[in-house]
């Protein structure tokens, strides 16, 4: 299920694209045989489908673990010995640096338009509650996309508790000027405040905020759709080895 309503934008298609699935320009599924063969290191994991980085912001630390747990990912590898996830804690203080901790990714989308983003997140009992999507046209700047609060974004809480995935987490980013055809783009998935207030709130209402509770990602993926004009067949043909998997 889908936990973010879309934001839709029409598009002018090229006849010889029409018809066209998104394509996943870039995934990271921290897949491995170990936690100690998971590509890259924890602090900056390697995707396992095209290019881009992932890092850790504010002072965050993690480790590799299974993603099997708390209901499972939506990898197509859940419940095998393989299926890890990116596992991160140590974030603010309670009461201090809403939206300045989590984890950051920077991906090119250049010769592509219609950006999403979805990803997995398994919450802790004890980890925020809330959690906030900030994308960058400039890889140094991050703007909120409102991926918090009541409403249409209650979905980015966790308001069922912690110790479970959050499957299918979706963000479009399609009707946002400056997110196409950007070699800079970039986006974070923050630790914030509840609605209103200055604390943060635990995943489950029973247990305390605690700057161990965990995050836990798995399937962060990137889609696009190849730009229409010259030079779009060639864009298409280097995406033509890769069957995208769309989720929703």
């Not at 973010?4 to 018809?19: E, F, K, Q, S, W």
């Not at 998104?22 to 602090?43: D, K, M, R, Y």
């Not at 991906?107 to 338009?113: I, L, N, P, R």
């Not at 963000?171 to 604390?199: E, K, R, T």
Request: proline letters at 5%; zero cysteines; hydrophobic letters at 40%.
């Amino acid at each position: 299920m889908n936990l973010i309503a879309p934001v839709l934008a029409a598009a002018m298609v090229h006849p010889t694209l029409a018809g066209l699935q998104p394509l996943l320009i870039t995934e990271w599924n921290f897949n491995g045989t170990s936690a100690a063969t998971v590509p890259g290191s924890p602090a900056s994991p390697t995707a396992s489908f095209g290019a881009g980085t992932a890092s850790l912001i504010g002072g965050t630390t993690a480790v590799f673990q299974l993603a099997n747990n708390g209901g499972g990912s939506s990898d197509p590898l859940v419940g095998t010995s393989q299926n890890f996830g990116w596992q991160t804690e140590n974030y603010a203080a309670q009461g201090t640096a809403s939206g300045t901790t989590g984890v950051r990714f920077a991906v090119s989308t250049a010769g592509m338009t219609d950006i999403v983003v979805e990803w997995d997140t398994r919450h802790s009992n004890t980890s925020s509650r809330f959690v906030q999507f900030q994308y960058s046209i400039d890889g140094l700047n991050f703007t909120s996309a409102g991926l918090v609060g009541q409403g249409i974004f209650e979905a980015n809480a966790t308001p069922e508790g912690g110790d479970v995935f959050y499957n299918d987490r979706r963000i479009d980013l399609s009707g946002i000027l400056g997110v196409a055809d950007n070699a800079n783009f970039a986006f974070q998935v923050m630790a914030v405040f509840a609605p209103g207030q200055s604390l943060y709130l635990p995943s489950t209402a029973e247990s305390d905020y605690l700057r161990t509770g965990k995050l836990r990602y798995d399937m962060v993926q990137v889609f696009g759709s190849v730009i229409p004009g010259p030079g779009a067949l060639a864009v298409l043909a280097a995406f033509s080895v890769a069957t995208p998997r769309r989720r929703g």
